[in-house]
């Protein structure tokens, strides 16, 4: 079990060695260490790669047969292609240089915990199905709520129940689907043309895709704007504003969408006010903290989640930035019965006597898809296998790394922090020459900007990615990668002043 | 690396280690192999347990803490949990005596590809983001649609294309959703409440479920009646009068879904027929062939999914039947921009040069979630890890099973078979004494199933499900498990023998 590196691992003793049957216990064995020292090694080399996969549309068409194999192959040839073909294509999320979008932190235990859902291979759509499965959801959501301060009536204790979701797009998408038919019952279901939702114009995509799904007419979703000087954060006025001019137009509002910590910038919505806008309306309120969640388990960070008592569902993603692997997005709902009105199913095959006894959860009636993996491993495992303090430690960690990289840019003229930073995603841009003086050239600064971004990631040391803020083009570097440690938020740093050394020169 | 067992890990030099960083290359190596061993002993032992878990609702929560441990604690005293607290209340799917629902075949070159997935944790929602996980993609759903003979219009060179789902749930909502939205772009927005969705009495929960989820208003779902006589199957000529009855009635009609192997009796709706019925009206027509699409890759089978040409969508799930671990759902179209035009978004911050080029896939368009998981690798161990000529040999050794099962009951007079066994899955019961006479007591005969089936269930030999077909009770034997062989087959036909005689005697 010692370290091997990859050639040793494909010329040793396995090599050529064919799969003889679809599972038998040794060669499951020997092959799954040979891929646990396969990953090892990927992660001990991963700053040979750049971080931004650097191939062109249509690579790896060229370079793979036309159809499957009829013959079984060693699993070292394949592993050998995955090296030679698939590396090259992948860009390395798991890279400590990578500050793109928002992170994607696996970490160790959450492997383990994956590893042992995909070897059990439990198909968990009810309770009767795997009851540990079941349970232990349960359990790790109630532990989350608990971390998080969540009101009593989100844990299972105080009428409300958490879910493991796959992602906040499914988490939106099954809300607003119980919203939906909340109101549909109420005002007949020909109404469905004219209910309206609500986010603003910094919500995730993922908000107005879930409308569509669910049917709700595209020109009845609202991105209320937002403006800079209130940090691009939605308010409970202009949220009114818009849900008063709807109403006298004959629509009904029913759900409203609010983020703590947007993925342009992080802004964070007031939801106190929306809360109270939600309430006087009759709407739903989903709280959208999909990244900036993770954080709120210390107590320095909480307050970013104040208002959450107003809410009916919450939901952030623990494979962000709360070291669980793709994918794993926590949800909790304060009625799981109008999640279950407009999501459950009760064919025949399924039926079973727990079921019918009302005392136990089957989640496939709190998701989209009936089939589900047993995803509450991973995370029992990530937070017993690291504690609550250094789960943590480890949030403190990045956002210090954040605060680290602001400093250093604030240090330097040449640049500007766009938008407050409250986690650990810094929004900044290059400002052309004459530093410190009014009246930008915004579009050129957002060439330059663009430029530069560019360069750098074409270059392959980093990788960060932008959005447009208010008109602003910035470049975001968004800290959080398992691997990441200060002295790579110190070289990142001497990336960006060459890279805007040279765009300045060439500009 | 040999084989080790569980307490020899356990109580071995890694007792009491707790993980130091949350991602470490070492620690990763070591805690990475003990993992496997882990499981490959659980493998190996998987005899030992009652396939069926025999836990009662709430067990766990008597057993774990209140909230989660604010220390570390070593993941060998976590396995040890696993093993005394999760193990018992987990039905074991990968059992070889798993008879139950339908297979979830997970297997030794899945397990790998999955590693590796989780390993990577990229979040491939377009090409950018990781391009070989797009284009591996591609690449093995032209490769499978290849082994499954589907008309070329449905390969990426045809101008259609397959794309990786996690359930055939997901993959019937984005379809229904193309094809409401195609609806509405003709009829206008408010004729929502007027569309209509066919599927048979047979057809699976899914697509009612998603037809809720895309707003269709839940009065106009259809499932049509199946008869006996056509084996349970949905014919042209219902669906007809039903769509007929419906335009008379003012709706439109817009979306049907065919199964190949139903759920409950693996029951193959007749394509040919219902496909000219889709066509007449401009339904789009979905084939679901979640469990039997597998078998189609064998020239023997690939009639049961003639009429495919005529369909615009089709879907199989690879985690049923063909050794992928759970999730992976197969589905392809003809016209991906009829995908597209439902589901895509294109937020500034998710721009890029590869997108604006439309030389690539951006898959969070053929899909509901924007994050996904990097599936392909998975599908891409199989095919080449095992070879099309011995997937072929699996399936079919599945299938000879399910026939051996059935000639032991059709030599046994108190059994009969209760629909054709097209697969591996076998419909049957038991029918009370007076052997071959007719009238028999059904209602009696149901209870007498119920009972013999819940009876060979509680000792936990062998698990099976039911089904009511045509008002009909009967016992499900769906053989697939990737760990059964023949010699399983004889056990779980000792185990019925026995439960006959127990019943029949009490009874």
């Given at each position: 079990m010692g ?48 971080v ?12 793979l ?14 592993l ?21 979008y928002?992170?994607?932190s ?57 879910v ?29 043309g004219?209910?309206?939702?609500y ?21 009845n ?15 409970g ?11 006298a ?20 919505d ?15 309120l ?14 320095e ?17 623990a ?59 991973k ?6 296998g690291y ?100 002295r ?20």
């Open positions: 370290s091997l590196n990859t050639d040793d691992i494909l010329d040793g003793q396995f090599a050529g060695d064919c799969l003889q049957k679809p599972l038998d216990p040794d060669e499951f064995r020997r092959h799954g260490h040979m891929v646990v020292d396969f990953i090892a090694d990927y992660y001990k080399d991963i700053n040979k790669y750049p931004r996969s650097q191939v062109e549309p249509g690579y790896l068409r060229k370079r047969p036309e159809a499957a194999p009829n013959h079984p192959e060693p699993i070292t040839d394949i050998r292609d995955v090296t030679n073909h698939i590396v090259p294509g992948i860009t390395h999320w798991m890279s400590p240089n990578y500050y793109a928002f992170p994607s696996g970490s160790t235990a959450a492997f383990l915990g994956e590893m042992l859902s995909t070897g059990f291979n439990v198909v968990g759509f009810n309770w009767m199905s795997s009851p540990a499965a079941t349970e232990l959801e349960s359990i790790v959501m109630d532990w989350l709520a608990k971390l998080l301060h969540l009101p009593s009536q989100f844990l299972f204790s105080g009428g409300g129940g958490g493991l979701q796959g992602t906040t797009c499914e988490a939106i998408l099954c809300t607003l689907s119980a919203s939906r038919d909340q109101a549909l019952t109420r005002l007949g279901r020909n109404h469905i004219r209910l309206a939702v986010g603003s114009d910094q919500t995730h995509c993922a908000v107005q895709k879930a409308a569509q799904i669910a049917g709700i007419n595209p020109s979703f609202r991105a209320v704007p937002t403006r800079r000087e209130d940090a691009f954060a939605l308010t006025e202009s949220l009114r504003l818009s849900v008063e001019k709807d109403i137009a004959g629509l009904t509002p029913i759900f409203v969408c609010a983020t703590v910590g947007t993925t342009s910038s992080t802004a964070v007031r939801l106190l006010e929306i809360a109270d806008v939600a309430k006087e309306y009759g709407m739903w989903h709280v959208d903290a999909a990244y900036a969640g993770s954080a709120c388990i210390c107590p960070f909480r307050h970013f989640i104040d208002g959450v008592e107003g809410a009916d569902s919450f939901s952030f993603n494979h962000k930035w709360f070291f669980n692997n793709l994918d794993c997005c926590c949800m909790w709902v304060k009625r799981p019965e109008a999640l279950v009105a407009a999501l459950s199913t009760n064919p025949e095959y399924l039926k079973n006597r727990a079921t019918e006894s009302r005392q136990v959860v089957d989640y496939k009636d709190w998701q989209i898809a009936l089939s589900r993996r047993f995803r509450a491993l995370m029992w495992m990530v937070l017993r504690g609550v303090a250094n789960l943590r430690n480890y949030l403190r960690a990045h956002v210090r790394m954040a605060k680290l990289f602001e400093g250093l840019l604030r240090l330097d003229c040449r640049f500007e922090i766009v938008v407050p930073r409250y986690f650990s995603t810094v929004c900044f841009r290059l400002l052309p020459p004459r530093c410190g003086e009014r009246d930008v050239d915004e579009k050129r600064t957002n060439e330059l900007n663009q430029q530069m971004l560019e360069s750098m990631n074409a270059e392959g040391k980093v990788y960060m990615t932008h959005a447009v803020i208010g008109g602003v083009y910035v470049i975001r570097f968004a800290a959080g990668g398992t691997l990441t440690e200060e790579h938020v110190r070289e990142a740093w001497a990336v960006v002043k060459e890279h805007a050394g040279k765009v300045m020169a060439s500009g």
